[in-house]
């Protein structure tokens, strides 16, 4: 589970800024919304308010860059992802870091770089401690070969084994070190080593992003019969037309008729850009477009094989495609596989759920899915400008963030509970008269008429 992402120097981030997932102790409404694990209590939830423009996208991406950067190495365009609200920002490093669980052991995962030089600068991984200590277990610096934490024990044939992989490591300024530690490499279930496993794993398979207009994920709803008659359930709940879903194999030339060739092109090259990588010899994945929903499998030396979604409205005797849907059935699908998953250890990071939702059916998906998980190691922290949910019943104060720019032009994020509010206070009421901050500020302008 996340306990806690910081960011300094990417986007409209400039220094440090941190969201937390530890409960106050003080808020003693909504317990179930707590998992305690050993002796910290983490939330649940995170719902992330703020105006247009105001950095809540940007918190998303960090979440998505962090990935990106696992999976295919610091990317070309990064090289103006540092904010550049100021000149020296162009030369300073941007830091990322998050910690999590992963089990019952804590560890924080992080680097830095100067993204204008696309240039890695250091990179560390810790287990952390209940006692408040922290227990390195390997750091890089600059262009040095990685080196192992002191209290790192391993065997002479471990230790001798992670030397060779480090020195063949050594000047890659784009790559991470953890992503070369799962490239193909084995490791026995016993092994020192398995730690490089669990924390690659948790942050590329565990950490689930989806945006509002497109996105890829590697969501296992909709590639069985079963899974799909939950998913019909669900939709008939939420008031859609749709009676039934099937789904439909689909050649790659007639895939690229419903969304643009380029597209098409870009979701294989990256597909298989992560394969290389991540030395898989498979990879499937949901992709949800304007024009359509498809799930694709890739298998090494072998055609794609996709599948697209067939609709039935009511008692129809025609199908619909998946394009024909309302925006809002359409970004239900995007969601529907968070309230089916039983991963553990899972955390959903959503940039604006409730788009193209109805206050009502936004309300009726969060409630599924505190349902659906709530006795589950499930985190969801999405962005949103919906304020019927700004509720205390809904919501803890804790669980309730701001984001807005300050005088710099730099996002800065802060939680309500700083406000220390009532139980009874309407907080949506509050929000929207400014006392939370967090919305648009306009100013006057005035029209040129004529004689």
Not at 70 to 80: A, F, H, K, R
Not at 360 to 381: G, N
Not at 421 to 449: C, H, T, W
């Amino acid at each position: 589970m996340l306990i806690r992402m910081s960011v300094e120097n990417f986007k409209s981030f400039d220094q440090k800024t941190e969201l937390s997932m530890i409960s106050s102790s003080k808020i003693q409404g909504n317990k179930n919304h707590r998992i305690k694990i050993k002796q910290t209590q983490l939330l649940k939830n995170a719902v992330i308010y703020g105006a247009n423009a105001s950095g809540k996208s940007n918190l998303v991406a960090v979440f998505a860059f962090v990935r990106t950067v696992l999976t295919e190495g610091l990317p070309i365009s990064s090289v103006n992802d540092f904010c550049r609200n100021k000149e020296t920002n162009k030369t300073r490093e941007s830091v990322f870091e998050l910690q999590f669980t992963v089990g019952d052991t804590f560890y924080a995962y992080g680097f830095s770089a100067i993204l204008s030089q696309r240039k890695i600068t250091e990179e560390w991984l810790y287990e952390l401690m209940q006692d408040g200590g922290a227990h390195q277990l390997f750091i890089r610096e600059g262009s040095n070969a990685p080196a192992l934490g002191e209290k790192v024990k391993f065997s002479d044939a471990e230790k001798s084994r992670f030397e060779v992989y480090s020195e063949d490591f050594a000047g890659r300024d784009t790559q991470l070190f953890l992503t070369e530690m799962n490239r193909g490499k084995k490791y026995s279930e016993d092994s020192k080593l398995m730690f490089f496993r669990e924390v690659f794993n948790w942050l590329v398979n565990h950490v689930i992003i989806i945006n509002p207009n497109i996105g890829i994920s590697n969501t296992e709803a909709y590639y069985n019969d079963e899974s799909l008659e939950n998913i019909r359930k669900l939709i008939q709940t939420f008031d859609t037309g749709i009676t039934d879903i099937k789904i439909r194999q689909i050649t790659v030339d007639e895939m690229s008729r419903m969304i643009p060739a380029e597209v098409v092109q870009g979701i294989f090259t990256h597909l298989k850009a992560q394969m290389q990588m991540t030395d898989q010899r498979s990879i499937r994945t949901t992709l949800r477009a304007e024009g359509g929903f498809f799930n694709i499998r890739i298998e090494e030396d072998s055609e794609p094989e996709i599948t697209t979604l067939v609709l039935k409205h009511g008692k129809s005797a025609f199908d619909f495609s998946f394009f024909e849907e309302s925006d809002g059935t359409k970004r239900l699908f995007d969601l529907i596989d968070m309230l089916l998953t039983d991963r553990p250890d899972t955390v959903f990071v959503v940039d604006e759920l409730e788009r193209s939702l109805h206050p009502k059916m936004t309300e009726h998906f969060l409630k599924l899915f505190m349902e659906a998980h709530e006795d589950a190691r499930m985190q969801l922290v999405f962005t949103t400008h919906e304020d019927t949910i700004m509720d205390q019943k809904l919501f803890r104060r804790d669980e309730i963030w701001f984001i807005e720019r300050d005088n710099d032009n730099a996002s800065r994020i802060y939680s309500l509970d700083r406000f220390k509010e009532r139980y009874d206070r309407k907080l949506s009421k509050a929000y929207l008269e400014g006392r939370y901050g967090a919305i648009p500020v306009f100013r006057q302008f005035s029209f040129a008429k004529g004689e």
